[in-house]
């Protein structure tokens, strides 16, 4: 493999000479857990894909380990992220690049997966610096809802660098793709469809299945939404409800995810709930995750001990997506006049902040919003 | 409440003089764990309810107990099905009668909840015996597919019986439900929404929480299709797969049992796999239930001890539903060609006759059917 420095360049010249011009180079921007496990998979496509330049540059944020070295160079020589992904071979063609405008400059397809709030830097710094064909994806999960509605990550990307922006979402636990265990994604896209099955195409492997949707908003919002649902999903477990009640509590979850889409967009269609991100991710997300997790020992403790308190026991700092997205959506859902039609999403806030006991988690999610006639209509 | 004795009529007279006309009177066909707890739900409403008579009739096949007593003798007097539902009272409105042309005579709503094998002979016992204006509701789960397509029960009692039937399914674990913990069902009706609401007032509680659609085929296919994906699912707890794995296996399961029920029935709907008797149902049978339980243990024994031999060992002699519907429905999906569009439940049926290994559950689902195209058409 040749070694970072010589692929770096003084300008902005994509194609090089001596490749071919129809070649895509990809640069996926994040290497955390998630981000070095889409590495992994991307590079082993871009190997074996002729219309992809072998060479798949990573992004990380830099940083001096325990021993002394930096980040990137332990990553270039062990082809390892030993920080965020041990013992996981990444691909010898996967380059890791601690400068950030380097790192995206050659790229015309761009892979974002990044905490969610470090994007709005992230943007800012790469205003003027992507090329003017690029192609991004977003892999990235919790956008902020706002009061006047969520506001996206995708349509951040897209308006910030004036580019096309899909998105990756899905039942996909990092750890269990990298030890290449079966699984799903699904790739939303706004209208062109040549452009989602390229990203199918440098996703999908044989344990790795990818489909495309034309649906970007929903599946941006499923990834989103569904930790609400997990954290509803917890008090039925530590409540001990059984599997009847669990189940239950997380198809009106699903219900409401749906409703709630498609009020906010009307394009959001049924089917995507069906798909990978939708049924699959919350699934998964209600079985295991930290969401979940955390929200069993809240209702365990009777809501005696606050969010705060066990999130600091139990996650080592990290904070919970579910409790502060279910503050957001019920903002939306105050401000618009629907809390009576999201009885779950408004209850998972009434509890989380202490208004409500756990086990209201039931007693309220049984009202029968309008929209549950069966008409069909949301 | 009056004895048994005095409820008997000897002719088909009803409604009797001293109760108002339009006054329904409900019989429940079938005194097992669910036919228990069914007669519960409905007797506490038919007290509640003006329009309902109080009584409600369940037929009990008599049994001897090991004290000597008469089965329906101890649920007259104690008020509790001690063999099937031991510790819950059913209500003092409900009468368990033993023989059966007696217990449906008067009845103009009857609510069969047999074992599914017995339903023929019951069929054939009550023809030219029931009210002509009597309606039906079938909660048995689990009906033959024959090679030309599903016998549904609905059907078979609407046919031989020359009356209508809805049916109820859903996530209802009879223990669960039994002792008021939180859970849902759906009403599937093929016209009259009237109908439908009744039977919805007949079985709704606080804690039951029942929804009608207009898909009597949808509701009661899910019912049956369920338990192969959750011999998948089992498969994949047993091989270790992880939470992504199961997610991503009940996921194509569903898509399966969408595609697969929509073929045989232009007439479903895919909103019905929202509703409690699809994803509900399918997540709490996938979690416990003894279909992914012993498929678990199949797995773990890598396939070398059969079907048979772990359900002696598990189950006392049950059979698995989820592995004879397998191959009932292989058999439809050979008939007709269409293999290679359901993967998933082509694979459950190799897999458990020993044909395939168990982990060629994940290798073989993979496989892309056309109908996964995202087009929207199935």
Redesign the interface.
Same mark, same amino acid.
């Given at each position: 493999m040749a070694p970072a420095q010589e692929l770096q360049h003084d300008q902005q010249a994509p194609p090089r000479s001596d490749e071919a011009p129809y070649k895509s180079r990809v640069t996926v921007v994040g290497s955390g857990n998630w981000g070095s496990v889409a590495s992994k998979l991307i590079a082993s496509n871009t190997l074996r894909l002729t219309s992809f330049h072998d060479e798949v540059r990573m992004w990380v944020y830099e940083e001096i380990l325990p021993s002394g070295e930096k980040l990137t160079e332990v990553i270039n020589r062990t082809n390892e992220n030993v920080k965020y992904l041990p013992g996981i071979k990444l691909g010898r063609n996967v380059v890791a690049d601690p400068d950030l405008e380097n790192a995206v400059k050659d790229a015309n397809m761009l892979v974002f997966v990044t905490p969610h709030q470090f994007m709005e830097g992230i943007c800012r710094r790469l205003v003027g610096k992507v090329r003017g064909d690029v192609e991004a994806i977003s892999l990235i999960k919790g956008m902020e809802v706002k009061m006047e509605g969520p506001c996206m990550i995708s349509t951040l990307i897209s308006q910030q660098l004036g580019l096309n922006c899909c998105v990756l979402m899905g @039942?996909? *636990?990092a750890n269990?793709?990298a030890v290449e265990?079966?699984?799903?994604a699904t790739v939303g896209y706004r209208v062109n469809r040549e452009i989602a099955e390229k990203w199918v195409q440098l996703f999908s492997t044989?344990?790795f299945?990818v489909?495309?949707?034309?649906d970007v908003e929903g599946v941006e919002l499923c990834g989103t939404l569904k930790n609400v649902v997990a954290i509803a999903a917890g008090f039925v477990d530590g409540l001990e409800?059984?599997?009847?009640?669990? @189940?239950? *509590?997380?198809?009106?979850g699903?219900?409401e995810m749906?409703a709630f889409s498609k009020l906010l967009f009307s394009s959001v269609?049924?089917?995507t709930?069906?798909?990978?991100c939708g049924?699959?991710?919350l699934?998964?997300t209600c079985?295991?995750g930290r969401n979940r997790k955390v929200a069993e020992a809240f209702a365990k403790n009777g809501g005696k001990r606050s969010f705060d308190e066990l999130e600091a026991e139990m996650l080592q700092g990290q904070k919970l997506q579910g409790v502060s997205t279910a503050k957001e959506v019920y903002e939306v859902l105050s401000h618009r006049g629907w809390l009576d039609l999201f009885p779950l999403f408004a209850t998972v806030h009434e509890i989380s902040i202490g208004r409500l006991p756990p086990s209201a988690i039931?007693e309220h999610?049984?009202r029968?919003p309008k929209f549950?006639l069966?008409d069909?209509s949301i």
């Open positions: @039942a996909n *636990i269990e793709i265990k079966f699984s799903e044989p344990y299945i489909t495309a949707v034309q409800m059984g599997n009847n009640t669990k @189940a239950a *509590i997380m198809r009106i699903l219900r749906k269609k049924d089917t709930f069906f798909e990978s049924v699959a991710d699934i998964t079985l295991g039931v999610s049984e029968k549950s069966a069909g």
